[in-house]
């Protein structure tokens, strides 16, 4: 890459670090291994930085790779035998009811990956389906359908009032 590419690179990934590093860690719900896969993707944004920085929307092509690089690595063996967590968040709760946000990471922790990856992009990147089914790769019925058993993960392991009982005696 010459210097001039080099330095554009850079400053975007400078820019954009801390803001990775927010959409990364409700995805893994810690923030070691957050760095681990913003580190992966600004790495694959250096290799394909010809192309990207020619994206309409520079800022989407690098949350799609990192969303798909958290994917991945919930598909690879390594992972579902070994799991590295600390004991506690390493940086502090901004505001609000700290406990609360605690059993809110505690049941999104619960909810399988991609289910996650979901609820991630919709609610915390506020994407529309429209734009969490492209940045997934599905479908927006796919999309649909998991944000709502996301949901429902969320909520039963939060003891919200709505339960699969009460949606099973509606049918």
């Not at 969303?67 to 940086?91: D, K, N, T, Y």
Request: glycine share 4%; proline share 4%; hydrophobic share 35%.
């Amino acid at each position: 890459m010459s210097p001039e590419r080099d330095e554009e690179y850079t400053t975007y990934v400078r820019s954009r670090l801390s803001w990775l590093r927010k959409i990364a860690y409700p995805l893994c719900q810690d923030w070691h291994r957050a760095d681990d896969l913003v580190q992966t993707a600004i790495t694959r944004l250096y290799v394909k930085w010809r192309q990207a920085r020619t994206a309409d929307d520079l800022d989407a092509y690098v949350r799609v790779m990192l969303i798909r690089v958290f994917l991945a690595e919930q598909r690879r063996g390594w992972f579902s035998r070994v799991q590295l967590r600390s004991a506690m968040p390493h940086e502090p709760l901004d505001s609000g009811d700290r406990d609360t946000a605690m059993d809110i990471r505690r049941a999104l922790a619960a909810v399988p990956p991609r289910q996650r990856a979901t609820l991630v992009l919709r609610f915390h990147c506020d994407l529309s389906v429209e734009q969490t089914a492209h940045t997934l790769g599905c479908s927006t019925g796919t999309v649909k359908s998991q944000t709502a058993r996301g949901l429902a993960t969320l909520r039963s392991m939060l003891g919200e009032p709505e339960s699969h009982l009460a949606r099973a005696e509606e049918c």
